[in-house]
């Protein structure tokens, strides 16, 4: 790995532990907004929706951050203890449906 990108990671995994909620609503609010950059390149629009693109920025930094923060620490506490590759595959599936 680059020294920059193993400096970023490294940089985001201290933000990650130091600051869990807001960072984990700022990458989901990037992640969204750039994931609907590329849905409009790839359906064909000519001139991006930068409206569109704000609502889904701020509906990923307002919910979609902060319901996973909060879900996976009520995941936590429902198998407290448990780390085995069952409990583990458990919690993501529960995390992932709608």
Known sequence: MGSIAKKGLNQYLMQ???HPLRTKAITA???AGLSDIV???LTGIQK???KRILL???FGVAY???FGHYLHIIL???FKG???TKTVAKKVSHSTQP
Do not use: A, E, F
């Open 16 to 18: 990650l532990q130091q």
């Open 29 to 31: 609010g990037t992640l």
């Open 39 to 41: 849905s409009q390149k």
């Open 48 to 50: 991006l929706q930068l």
């Open 56 to 58: 889904k920025v701020i």
């Open 64 to 66: 979609l951050g902060p």
């Open 76 to 78: 936590d506490k429902i």
């Open 82 to 84: 448990k780390r085995d």
